[in-house]
């Protein structure tokens, strides 16, 4: 019995002393959520803009703006905005891209009388983002408008290296036509930066890519 008694008396003092650490830590956090969302409620009031941080990138935020003043994070917010919307207008229109570009990701398996190839297609959408998709195309010829979709990879968005904004998707679809010729595919989602911070923007990019 005295063991136990010991044993739970270590227990409740390292709980005691860890539980002041983590209130510590957690009110910090906190506070500098608050201060932030101070900056954000200027820079929207001032420019127009619809600022706000995600609940899952809350961490992601406070890591990236460390050693940072509210100052200098006002400054980027603002700078940022001002690069990526000069005429002050935000860019939210649903995007229909047509342009179909075949990256050097294609591998061809060629028969006497059929082609089997292995591509990745990509078109570019809003916000110095691509969609893409990769897939196998098939051919019983290999001639051009003979391709049908064989199988469907992976799909989604690629980002460039430019700084400010990304297309974030939220919601994504995809749809193999009966003639297995055509694919649609729908991305739902926001405008992002890098260190986590979002726009209340709804973005919506289609586009119908094409087995060739």
């Known amino acids: 019995m005295k063991k136990l008694s010991k044993l739970l008396f270590v227990c409740i003092l390292i709980f005691s002393f860890a539980l002041p650490v983590y209130a510590d830590e957690s009110g910090g956090s906190n506070q500098q959520l608050l201060l932030l969302q101070g900056v954000m409620d200027k820079v929207n009031a001032e420019l127009g803009s619809t600022y706000y941080i995600p609940e899952e990138n809350q961490e992601k935020v406070l890591n990236s703006i460390e050693g940072k003043s509210m100052e200098e994070v006002e400054l980027l917010l603002t700078t940022q905005y001002k690069a990526a919307f000069p005429d002050g207008q935000a860019q939210q229109d ?4 047509s342009s179909i570009y075949l990256d050097d990701e294609n591998t061809s398996v060629i028969t006497p009388l059929s082609v089997t190839e292995h591509i990745r297609q990509t078109t570019p ?5 691509s969609m893409y998709q990769d897939a196998t195309v098939f051919s019983g010829s290999g001639a051009a408008g003979s391709f049908v979709y064989q199988s ?4 989604g968005t690629i980002k460039s290296s430019s700084p400010g904004f990304f297309f ?10 009966p003639d297995q010729r055509h694919v649609g ?3 739902i989602g926001h405008p992002e930066d890098e260190n986590g911070f979002a726009l209340a923007l709804q973005l919506i990019a289609q586009h119908v890519f094409n087995a060739g």
């Open 94 to 97: 649903i995007i229909d891209s």
């Open 125 to 129: 959408i809003q916000y110095n983002t």
């Open 152 to 155: 469907l990879g992976q799909y």
């Open 168 to 177: 974030k998707v939220d919601q994504s679809s995809r749809q193999l036509h």
């Open 185 to 187: 595919i729908e991305l």
